[in-house]
């Protein structure tokens, strides 16, 4: 059978040609060098009030890269990512609670099991072609579920939660240490830079430029052969295990976590504003988004906790925080589109 | 071109093959189930039958007052396609507008609430015309569900910071309750029902009998083929949304007198309706109306055997059945 | 040696038969252009034939293998791929990146897959869009898009879809050469288009539709002097 395109200049004809130069990945490693340095220092330029703002902003990053990876690379857009961060929360907390397995190993479970979940709700909901506004309410509803039916069974102390305990002492291994350790933002750190590795290495590999022309046209991607179906569920299985390590660190640095705090609606929430504000199916909008929403209510907090005189009526009112990020969100929507990041990086291209 | 079409139309068309009586077998099965289950209960549900009938007429109530909520959300969410959610928000802005007035300027709170009406048909127009109308059109509907979500958080936290976090009372006007089988029904709640019955009813009648009526059925069936022949399909985008909030301030004030009110207070409604509006069919005013009541009885009647809010799961599970096997809803003929 | 047969292909929508009873057998390396008027069901047949929809009778058999309900993804990975009337490039990608897509299905890593996917999009004179966004194409690039993207599969039967349609007439003779000379090299082809110069100059044989069923199967130049097909079906310009 002679193939068509299968002429021998083929595949040379182009070994170094200028047009092929790909620098977008190594582009994109140097960035994550910078930021890996930045994120190392962190700690001995940062004063130590703001470790705890570090972290938030880091749990946010975390939860926003990997919701980027489902929703933004693979346009599924879930409404319930709280259903994963959940079960990674309180797999952690079950298992160092009651056998005093090490974290490291729960957030692995954890991270395991939540890709099962995620597999299982994407795969019904994508069998039965949900797509859009339903695929979004049907993970919302699988999100909520999750949380009335911990808030019902014992053995997951019901609105209780979990309280860690507290070994006394530093162990890496129980990834405990005393308050205010630089441990606590680089370890997420460190979680969020290996994060950010694999999703540039995904983005320009196979299966991720497979996921993204079916995001694009999942008619046209499968005439090209590809299987649609697993390639989005592999993107949902990265984003679901992702998501789960940030709710196991966030159960290990705060050493309590309850049904809202884990399987709540607005944990889907601050899961998708970082990503919308900084730039959905970019690298780098989900980390812009997170360095924006992390710090703001501290930032609001501290403004409204000695206000300057013209705004002197909001000393102590509640809420101006997310009525401000609220506004934000609608303002991007409608006028940037792409987000911060992504209408940057347009402007800077042409 | 036209093979095109041809592929397009094959699920609607196999739809309508079937059409005729079998387009009525499921709502008819819905509501010939309902009362089964009930007599089951009844009879072999192994429960105190004051019990039973307290939680179904609490179900029935509970499941006008959904109804009421969800009427104008089957509205927004069907001709314009937008996930409104920010109507549970909406709903307590509603509530919080009658509070205001009933508490600044002393008017009754079913005064107030005709006040508030317009007042929201107002914000709803606005936020559809000013705010949604330009993704609507272009069908971007992650793009209206992130704005509604901005807006749902920025109306709670704008309340937050007028009204504070503490739970606030509406004085109601009529205290007392209605006893019926050894059940009790108070007025309030019995109002709110039959709020809801004339609410359906009005809408009913205007999206059927009027000529605005029709231009809004014209834009949900077809909004290009709409705006060819004339209509300013911008425009009824806009008052549908304005209606769709009428209904909920509507829901607001009926709602006042029985609640605690906290920026907060709609919330847990924004999903509640949506299980409803997808369980009764997209812009089936009657299957909001059934949807609601189901939903109602399944939560009250379901905390017999679910104690807390285990009821809730399998409200849940009705709804990732409907979605997953039966989109279109009970009263939905097409998607 | 037969690469594709279809045996009594039909295909109805709610009492609608778009297609009806079609039975052919496509040699190797044969070239069989499809025409009809709208509305014949030549895109239809290609949608049955590729899996894109799942037929209501018959069978298809590709290259020994009876693939009759196979997923369209699976048709393409077996060397049975088509391209579409309406474009639909990935917008979001550059124009080497929508091929390289296309490409991967052969390479596993990035750097020959692009390498390939340039290759390719030389073969078809796309060299002025390679790293345009495919969205930015005009209609011409585009047409030449959807073709390098299904070449670049390397198939061994491709199905063309009007891909001369919304040229404009100076773009049609380099397309029309381009597809001669993939011929040449030994690529099988079904060939639905309306502009009956290109049709002749390039098919074997001709398949002319109408309503859905075969009406004609043969030699084209003999076709076009049957006064009655040509009439009805190939519009009276050609009579």
Known sequence: MTRAVERPQDSVAAADDPRLKDNETRNAFVTLGVLAIVLAVLPFVLNERFESIAVLTLIFALMAVAWNLMSGFGGLFSFGHAAFFGIGAYVDAYLVVEYGISPWIAMLLGAALATLVGIAIAFLCLRYQLAGAYFALATFAFAQMFLLLVQNLEFLHKTEGFNLPILGGESFWMLQFRQGSDLYIWIPAAILVLALAGVILYVHSRPGQFVQAVRDDAVAAASLGINVMRTKLIAVGLSCALTAVAGAFYTQYYFFVGPQQAFGAQVSIEAIIPAVIGGIGTIWGPLVGALIVGPLAELIDSVLRDPPAFIGFLQGVAGLDVAIYAALLIVIVLFMPKGIYGTLKERWRR | MQERTWAASEAPDSDAAVGGIEKYRLPLAVAAAVPVVLVLIYTVGDKDTGLVTQSVVTGLLLGGVYALVSIGLTLIFGVLGVINFAHGAMLSLSMFLVFWLTSTLGLPVYLATVVAVPLMLGFGFVVQGGLLNRLTVSGNHEGSLLVTLGLSLLITNVLLMIFGGRPLSVPGSLEGAWRVFGAIASYERLIAFGGALLVALALTLVLNKTSFGMCIRAVSANSQGAALVGVNVGRVYALTFGIGSACVAVAGGLLAPFLSLTPTVGEEFTILAFVIVVLGGLGSVVGAMVGGIVIGLVQTVGALYLPGTGSLILVFAVFVIVLLFRPQGIFGVTR | ?239
Do not use: C
Request: hydrophobic share 45%.
């Open chain 3, 1 to 239: 040696m037969s690469l594709l047969q279809v045996e009594g292909l039909t295909k109805r929508f709610s009492g609608l038969t778009a297609v009806d009873d079609i039975n052919i057998t496509v040699a190797d390396k044969e070239f069989l252009g499809i025409v009809g008027p709208n509305g014949a069901g030549k895109t239809t047949l290609f949608s049955l034939i590729s899996g894109q929809l799942p037929p209501t009778h018959g069978r298809i058999v590709f290259d020994g293998v009876d693939i009759t309900g196979w997923p369209a993804d699976k048709v393409a990975s077996a060397g049975l791929v088509r391209t579409f009337q309406l474009m639909r490039p990935f917008e979001s990608m550059t124009a080497l990146e929508n091929v390289a897509v296309a490409s991967h299905h052969r390479f596993r890593s990035r750097r020959d897959a692009r390498r390939h996917a340039l290759a390719v999009i030389e073969r078809v004179q796309l060299d002025r869009y390679v790293n345009a966004p495919a969205g930015s194409l005009p209609t011409a690039g585009l047409k030449r898009l959807e073709l390098a993207r299904a070449l670049a599969l390397e198939p061994k039967l491709l199905l063309l879809d009007e891909v001369l349609a919304g040229l404009v007439p100076a773009d049609r003779a380099p397309m029309i050469e381009l597809l001669g000379d993939l011929h040449a090299d030994g690529l099988t082809v079904l060939f639905i288009e309306h502009i009956m110069a290109a049709v002749l100059a390039l098919s074997e044989r001709l398949l002319v539709m109408h309503e859905g069923a075969q009406l004609a199967l043969g030699n084209p130049h003999e076709m076009t002097q049957d006064r009655a097909v040509v009439e009805a079906y190939l519009g009276e310009d050609y009579a």
